[in-house]
């Protein structure tokens, strides 16, 4: 296990995190290369669904960014996946593997930061066991 | 608004004596048509029929123990592209009105003009073993009566009916009350708003004045809260194995949706599930299978199932015809209703309690769930 690289897809909000990971590329800051990113307009625009099925699919880790609470350039968006994700989380599924990180565009620091907790959590957890089993 | 009066029975024939009083809703033209269940001719199954006079009223049946369809949406059919002019009376149990009131709020159904009559539920049997009932020759809803009166369990009435905490209808215009009401002799008739009560208006009823019924009523429910809960605990050992537990449940499933179809509130137009998004190529599922070693065929199934689950379970009144709809068995309503009641504490919000709730995926408060994102 020692070297396990967990895949994170993420779904990053195009007006906050997407731009905070921008910076923090352009910032030279070093992060480990495990997300796959996926720019959305907006985190309220992630269905549990893609989370779910990336899951399903065999991916170790989803992480979610978007504005922080009442920062959102739809008003209410992220307000609205909070709240998609606490039912999704209490399907009983939940083994931490599903994160939300509010990073606007000035956090660099933090999404680099978010992405290295993340990894290094999901390498202590040992890859997706939904991965293996054929009967989904 | 609140106003009790009985209807009386006529040689312990319940059935007919609530028949009548529909027969003079029509009457009086206080509706315009009536939605009610209608046994049909076979007399092997209940169906819903919109009725505008009343021949063929003695085959209504609105305490026959079964429950094919709901008529939530029935009535988001009928309702969706414009409401009623007249009133049109349409009779209910309490887990239809509940299904309606948040297909209400998801914009799919219309109240206006429709006369709500909600019945005491007391329980529903499947389809198939509704209709071995009637092969022996009984008459099911008399069977269930009695049964009933005696005090006894009914093992055989669906796991849903077993468990359900709302055997009396809430938001309904008017009330046919069996719990704790003689229903040999007399039926409870309650008006619960403005409108019903100018229905009671009238009539000439006599007043109810027996006072055991809401004694009753709490103690019925209170056993059901109990066999709800013995089911939540069932559900929280057989998942307690983590993931794999859960999800092998959905493997056996098909794929034939008919659990979506039948939900009263799932009603998406165009299923997400059944979009091109869900067409792959050839190649595709040697990729998938390569992975794995193999996938199990149809592909999805789990993802469908975990998928509705998230849309729906803010919404879910547990009626169970996702379990009853289902060919492989899968014990769909103990995990939705354990699923749907605990994402509904969090939220505190009760599906079909109140028409003004908003629904809890449409709305948010600032100051809740602080946690979330910030750790």
């Known amino acids: 296990m020692a070297n396990f690289e967990p895949k994170i897809v993420g779904f990053l909000c195009n007006w906050c995190t997407y731009a905070g990971a921008d910076l923090a590329g352009t910032s030279r800051i070093q992060y480990p290369p495990n997300i796959r990113a996926i720019r959305v307009m907006c985190s309220g625009s992630v ?10 699919e065999g ?54 930061d978010s992405i290295s907790e993340m990894t290094s959590y999901l390498k202590r957890l040992g890859p997706n066991p939904v991965s293996k089993y054929w009967s989904l | 608004m609140k106003k009790e009066v009985v209807i009386e029975v006529k040689d312990a024939k319940a059935k007919e004596a609530i028949n009548s009083f529909l027969e003079s809703l029509l009457e009086k033209n206080l509706v315009s048509a009536l939605l009610v269940p209608r046994e049909v001719p076979s007399k092997d199954n209940v169906v819903q029929s919109l009725m505008t006079n009343y021949n063929g009223l003695k085959e209504v049946n609105v305490i026959s123990p079964v429950l094919p369809v709901s008529s939530a949406g029935i009535i988001s059919e ?116 403005e409108k019903g009560e100018k229905i009671l208006e009238k009539f000439s009823f006599p007043e109810f004045n027996q006072s055991k019924r809401e004694e009753s009523v709490s103690k019925y429910i209170s056993k059901k809260i109990e066999k709800r809960d013995t089911l939540f605990s069932e559900m929280k050992e057989e998942t307690s194995g983590g993931w794999e537990n859960l999800l092998s449940v959905f493997s056996t499933c098909i794929n034939c949706h008919n659990c979506m179809r039948v939900c009263p509130i799932c009603y998406c137009r165009e299923c997400f599930f059944e979009s091109p998004t869900f067409e792959f190529d050839s190649e595709k599922y040697l990729m998938w299978a390569e992975r794995k070693g193999s996938i199990k065929m149809p592909r999805d ?30 014990p769909l309503l ?42």
């Open chain 2, 301 to 330: 199934t789990t993802l469908f199932h975990l998928g509705r689950m998230s849309h729906m379970a803010t919404s879910c009144v547990g009626c169970g015809l996702c379990e009853q709809a289902c060919p492989s068995n899968i």
């Open chain 1, 47 to 56: 269905d549990s669904v893609y989370i779910l099925r990336a899951l399903l």
């Open chain 2, 334 to 375: 103990k995990i939705f209703k354990t699923v749907s009641y605990n994402v509904q504490q969090i939220f505190k919000y009760v599906p079909g309690r109140d028409l003004e709730e908003p629904l809890p995926l449409t709305t948010f408060k600032e100051d809740e769930l602080r946690s979330v994102g910030e750790e």
């Open chain 2, 78 to 193: 009928m309702t969706r592209l414009s409401s009623y002019k007249n009133p049109v009376g349409v009779v209910l149990r309490s887990c239809e009105i509940r299904a309606l009131i948040e297909l209400v709020k998801l914009k799919q159904a219309s109240l206006d003009n429709l006369l709500i009559i909600g019945v005491d539920c007391l329980g529903t049997y499947s389809v198939s073993d509704y209709q071995n009932l009637c092969k022996q020759g009984n008459s099911p809803s008399d069977e269930l009566l009695r049964k009933f009166k005696e005090g006894g369990e009914d093992t055989k009435l669906r796991k849903a009916c077993q468990v359900c905490e709302y055997p009396i209808p809430s938001n309904a215009d008017l009330v046919i009350g069996l719990i704790g009401v003689d229903f040999e002799k007399n039926i409870l008739l309650k008006s619960c708003t």
């Open chain 1, 59 to 112: 991916a170790d880790g989803v992480f979610i960014g978007g504005c922080h609470p009442g920062d959102c350039h739809y008003v209410s968006g992220n307000y609205k996946e909070r709240r998609r994700i606490t039912v999704l989380k209490s399907l009983g599924l939940d083994d931490g593997r599903v994160w939300i990180r509010w990073v606007s565009a000035s956090e660099g620091k933090r999404y680099a």
